[in-house]
T-cell receptor
Framework: EAQVTQNPRYLITVTGKKLTVTCSQN?????MSWYRQDPGLGLRQIYY???????DKGDVPEGYKVSRKEKRNFPLILESPSPNQTSLYFC???????????FGPGTRLLVL | TQLLEQSPQFLSIQEGENLTVYCNSS?????LQWYRQEPGEGPVLLVT?????EVKKLKRLTFQFGDARKDSSLHITAAQPGDTGLYLC????????????FGQGTILTVHP
C-alpha cells in the first residue's frame, strides 16, 4: 500500500531534550516536506526537499533541522525543543513537478 | 500576515444548502490546490488548478482559479453531512511546486 508513515504519532517531551520525528514514504517520490498545523493558522511549511541531499527552508524553519540522506526518509529534528513548538506535524511527499501531495497521519507533539 | 486568506473560517449549514469558500491573495501562484482534512488524519488532495480562469468539477464540488491566478473558490452544491471537514487551499509559487503556502482553513459542518 502506497503510504507516508510518521513515528511517533504522539510525543510528550520537556524543553531542551532533543528529539527526532521520522518520516518514510514507499512511493519513490523525490519531493518531501514537513508542515506544522496550529489552530487558526492552517499548515505552515517548515522544510522541504526536492531530492536526496537537497533541502530548503519553508516559511517557519527556525528551531528545526532536516536531512535527506535517502530518498524514502526525511526526518525532522528538534535540537532543543521549546513550548512554542507544541503542534501537530505532518510529513508529505510527491513526485517532483507533480502536484498531488500525499500526507502522513500526523505527529502530535507536546513540549512541556 | 497570512499570504493566503481563506474565508469563512467556520461554516455551519443544513443538508441541501449550497456554499462557497474563498481563497484570496495579493500574490500570483503557479497553481492552487484544495485539500480536505478529517479529524486525526492528514489532508487529502481534492483538486489542483493551474490555468487562470480554470474551472474543475468533482461531483458536487466546483473549483475555480481566478483569471489573475491570485484567488480561488470552492463551491459545494447540495451539501451533505459527509462533506463535513476542514477544507484547505494551498498555493505553489514557482514551477517546482517546492514551496507551498496554505490558507488558514475552513471548518465546514453540515447538519442532517
Amino acid at each position: 500500500e502506497a503510504q507516508v508513515t510518521q513515528n511517533p504519532r504522539y510525543l510528550i517531551t520537556v524543553t531542551g531534550k532533543k528529539l527526532t520525528v521520522t518520516c518514510s514514504q514507499n512511493m519513490n517520490h523525490e519531493y518531501m516536506s514537513w508542515y506544522r498545523q496550529d489552530p487558526g493558522l492552517g499548515l505552515r511549511q517548515i522544510y522541504y526537499s526536492m531530492n536526496v541531499e537537497v533541502t530548503d527552508k519553508g516559511d517557519v524553519p527556525e528551531g528545526y533541522k532536516v536531512s535527506r540522506k535517502e530518498k524514502r526518509n526525511f526526518p525532522l529534528i528538534l535540537e532543543s525543543p521549546s513550548p512554542n513548538q507544541t503542534s501537530l506535524y505532518f510529513c508529505a511527499s510527491s513526485l517532483v513537478g507533480g502536484v498531488t501531495q500525499y500526507f502522513g497521519p500526523g505527529t502530535r507533539l507536546l513540549v512541556l | 500576515t497570512q499570504l493566503l486568506e481563506q474565508s469563512p473560517q467556520f461554516l455551519s449549514i443544513q443538508e441541501g444548502e449550497n456554499l462557497t469558500v474563498y481563497c484570496n491573495s495579493s500574490s500570483v501562484f503557479s497553481s492552487l490546490q484544495w485539500y480536505r482534512q478529517e479529524p486525526g488524519e492528514g489532508p487529502v488532495l481534492l483538486v489542483t488548478v493551474v490555468t487562470g480562469g480554470e474551472v474543475k468539477k468533482l461531483k458536487r464540488l466546483t473549483f475555480q482559479f481566478g483569471d489573475a491566478r491570485k484567488d480561488s473558490s470552492l463551491h459545494i452544491t447540495a451539501a451533505q453531512p459527509g462533506d463535513t471537514g476542514l477544507y484547505l487551499c494551498a498555493g505553489a509559487r514557482g514551477t517546482s511546486y517546492g514551496k507551498l503556502t496554505f490558507g488558514q482553513g475552513t471548518i465546514l459542518t453540515v447538519h442532517p
